[in-house]
């Protein structure tokens, strides 16, 4: 079966320093894989998505995510974070064509 | 804004009684799906309507149904409500079949709480 799994389920860092937020996938198929985020009392908007043209894929807000096949993975990272990154961010796979499996989530807490 | 409406935005109904969500998609979008986020599942596939036809079924109780009118929007109906169908109901949209074919834009929820 096909799966995202996101390691940690809240990850803290400072203004300024990398984010770093580790999802790995589970696929008999090459995957369609996405970035979302969640900020308060919102709905899921995308940050990104690989589709198989490029490894490395860059969204919005600075962020960006490698997929790596050997590892099974697609993190997402950003240089220097910002205040407004504080958000809960969901790895997702397209299981078929026609829905989602999203992770857990994992919520991201910027310190000033 | 992403241009999904969802209504009510909050509800709060006692066990055994019936709701219906409501989700108006994108403008030109064929393709509804209702998520279901908790605390202890995540968030979790229901189901998925393309232009009025169900297409894909997720892990959707039998006590829940849903449907997409012609007009395109599309109702979730849950009943027999129980205490653990509290949650956050989402409705999302896209242009097309597939997720790949198009990013899916979310709704901000329908917050159900069961007492």
């Known amino acids: 079966a096909q799966s995202v799994t996101q390691l940690g389920s809240h990850v803290s860092v400072s203004e300024g320093a990398l984010v770093l937020l580790r999802c790995n996938y589970s696929?008999?198929?090459?995957?369609?894989l996405f970035w979302y985020v969640q900020y308060p009392n919102q709905g899921l908007q995308l940050l990104l998505k690989y589709t198989s043209a490029a490894t490395l894929v860059k969204g919005i807000n600075g962020f960006e995510a490698e997929f790596k096949k050997s590892e099974t993975s697609f993190h997402l990272t950003k240089p220097s974070a910002h205040m407004s990154d504080a958000a809960e961010y969901f790895c997702?796979?397209?299981?078929?064509?026609?829905?989602?499996?999203f992770g857990q989530g994992t919520r991201l807490t910027i310190n000033p | 804004d992403s241009g999904v409406t969802q209504t009510p935005k909050h509800l709060i109904t006692a066990t055994g009684q019936r709701v219906t969500l409501r989700c108006s998609p994108r403008?030109?979008?064929?393709?509804v799906y209702w998520y279901q986020q908790s605390l202890d599942q995540g968030l979790q596939f229901l189901i998925q309507?393309?232009?009025?036809?169900?297409?894909a079924k997720g892990n959707i109780l039998e006590r829940f149904s849903a449907q997409q009118f012609p007009d395109l929007h599309s109702e979730l109906n849950l009943s027999s409500l129980e205490l653990g169908d509290s949650a956050l109901y989402f409705c999302?949209?896209?242009?097309?079949?597939?997720?790949?074919?198009?990013?899916?834009?979310f709704g901000e929820g329908s917050r159900l709480t069961v007492l």
């Open positions: 403008s030109g979008d064929l393709s």
């Open positions: 999302a949209s896209s242009v097309g079949l597939g997720a790949h074919t198009g990013e899916l834009f």
């Open positions: 309507y393309y232009n009025g036809e169900e297409r």
């Open positions: 696929s008999s198929v090459p995957p369609y």
């Open positions: 997702a796979l397209e299981q078929g064509a026609q829905k989602l499996v």
